[in-house]
């Protein structure tokens, strides 16, 4: 009896070629701008360095400083706070704005408008958001006050500075978000609820057994890239409050600034910046564990 002829490995034909060709400028730019300056991140975390000198490498001594580092940890702190008062308000209003849409405004010009904050660079939406709770010449304080609640300074209360950037995030991206749900609620077979219709379900039987079940894809994705943004907040922190007031808005992305740039510990920085990435992508792959990111229920 012959033995079977092993199977060769198919060759790379053309279509390959011209895969790896329109891949080829994203990867460059990947490899230009993401993993190179990540891995030459690393091995400053491992140095000494000032900016103004050559770096001296320590190995892991800023490692160990993060360790007993306080001021460290109080900005981790309010980053995961910040993350808390973001990420599920934002979802959940995202959510029940993209219901809407698909319900009552399925029209380009709604869905333009609940883009349109996004739109809006970070910088700008800071502007104007700072502007407006002033307290002594925003209009918002005007308004507040002309309504009985009196003039609040919204950025400079330590209690209210952190939820009120939280709030302004949650505007920008909400309808962004509660785009990602609408496309989402219309890949959902619409004989899904005619079935559950004609069984009798009521609206939130609908929306707990199919609505959010099929959603669960689009609901991974908004999630972990929200958790990750909200854990890179910065350029917000930048136009307001500088990490103030007394701190209560120094979160990670902004003491990794200050040491760098601030205090030129560059090193440090990096190290901040290493242990920070490791932490997101912990974080990630948690997420995506506990909300089954690789399974679909749409059979």
Not at 65 to 77: G, K, N, Q, T, V
Not at 133 to 162: C, I, K, V, Y
Not at 186 to 195: E, F, G, K, S, T
Not at 220 to 230: C, E, H, K, P, R
Request: proline share 6%; aromatic share 14%; glycine share 8%.
């Amino acid at each position: 009896m012959n033995a079977p002829t092993p199977k060769r490995a198919p060759r790379a034909g053309p279509d390959a070629f011209h895969a790896w060709l329109f891949v080829a400028p994203a990867l460059l730019g990947f490899t230009l701008f993401h993993l190179l300056p990540t891995l030459r991140a690393f091995y400053i975390g491992l140095t000494s360095w000032n900016l103004m000198s050559p770096p001296t490498f320590v190995g892991l001594d800023n490692y160990r400083r993060l360790l007993s580092d306080e001021r460290f940890w109080d900005s981790m702190r309010v980053t995961v706070l910040y993350v808390l008062y973001n990420v599920p308000l934002q979802t959940l209003l995202a959510l029940a704005l993209a219901v809407l849409l698909d319900r009552f405004g399925r029209s380009v010009f709604m869905r333009a408008t609940v883009l349109m904050p996004f739109l809006v660079s970070n910088v700008i939406a800071a502007m104007i958001w700072f502007w407006m709770l002033d307290p002594a010449l925003g209009p918002g304080n005007r308004w507040l006050e002309a309504g009985g609640l009196g003039r609040h300074g919204f950025f400079s209360d330590t209690a209210m500075a952190l939820p009120t950037i939280a709030a302004m995030n949650i505007w920008r991206h909400v309808g962004f978000n509660a785009l990602l749900f609408y496309t989402g609620l219309q890949a959902i077979p619409r004989q899904l609820y005619q079935a559950a219709s004609l069984d009798g379900a009521s609206g939130w039987q609908v929306f707990w057994s199919i609505t959010l079940p099929l959603l669960r894809p689009i609901l991974v994705f908004v999630v972990v890239t929200s958790v990750i943004g909200s854990f890179q907040i910065f350029d917000a922190i930048a136009v307001t409050t500088l990490g103030g007031p007394a701190d209560s808005t120094r979160t990670v992305m902004w003491y990794i600034y200050q040491s760098a740039f601030g205090s030129f510990r560059m090193g440090y920085a990096s190290a901040m910046s290493c242990v920070l990435f490791a932490g997101l992508v912990i974080v990630t792959v948690t997420q995506m564990r506990l909300l089954r990111a690789g399974e679909s229920d749409l059979q």
